[in-house]
Each structure stands twice: as structure tokens, then as C-alpha cells.
Nanobody, 121 residues
Framework: QLQLVESGGGLVQPGGSLRLSCAASGFTLDNYAIGWFRQAPGKEREGVSCISSRDGSTYYADSVKGRFTISRDNAKNTVYLQMNSLKPEDTAVYYC??????????????WGQGTQVTVSS
């Protein structure tokens, strides 16, 4: 069964950090670009970050640039999202998604089930 599984979400205080993981099973991530998305209550899903499969080039939404870092470890078949200096407005369900090929383009082929991130004091 082909699937992506996110982990690492939780409750953190403003200014804190979390690292999300996106692990693939049933397929290898080597030839997939991986994106992270988030959806807050009452809001549309938005793209947060993406990493290509070809050269490791990355993309970040302006709202997270300088605070979040995406990385991939193909040996572990996992992609990470390091989130620092978290703000209450980062609260959302975070999803990872995979698209076959080198670049971060829609539509994505596989989606994870999501992990909740809550930033609150």
C-alpha cells in the first residue's frame, strides 16, 4: 500500500520549535518532489514548502521563509520540516504530499493524513 505518514506535530509555545517528518511506505521518495501544506480552521489549504527530487532546490511561502527548513533523507525515505520561531498563526493541520518527477507541480499524487500543530501559550 502506497502511503505517506506525517509525525512530529504537537502543542508548542510561541517561539518554540517542532520538526515534522513525512515517511513514505510502499514506494521510494527518490523520484518525487515533496511538498508540505497546511490548513487552519476556516481557511483554505496553503502551500508551505517544497523540495525537488532532482537538485534539492526548495521553495518556501513568504509567511514561513527564514523560520522553516525543508530537507530530505532519501536513505530513510523521509522528508522533514523543521519549524522554528513558531507563531500562533502557524497553528494548522500539516500535510505532506508527493508528486512524481523532479519539480513541485500540481496535482500531487499522494497525500498524508496530516498532523496537528498548535502554537499557544
Amino acid at each position: 500500500q502506497l502511503q505517506l505518514v506525517e509525525s512530529g506535530g504537537g502543542l508548542v509555545q510561541p517561539g518554540g520549535s517542532l520538526r515534522l517528518s513525512c515517511a513514505a511506505s510502499g514506494f521510494t521518495l527518490d523520484n518525487y518532489a515533496i511538498g508540505w501544506f497546511r490548513q487552519a480552521p476556516g481557511k483554505e489549504r496553503e502551500g508551505v514548502s517544497c523540495i525537488s527530487s532532482r537538485d534539492g532546490s526548495t521553495y518556501y511561502a513568504d509567511s514561513v521563509k527564514g523560520r522553516f527548513t525543508i530537507s530530505r533523507d532519501n536513505a530513510k525515505n523521509t522528508v522533514y520540516l523543521q519549524m522554528n520561531s513558531l507563531k500562533p498563526e502557524d497553528t494548522a493541520v500539516y500535510y505532506c504530499a508527493a508528486v512524481g518527477g523532479a519539480w513541485c507541480v500540481i496535482p500531487y499524487d499522494y497525500w498524508g493524513q496530516g498532523t496537528q500543530v498548535t502554537v499557544s501559550s
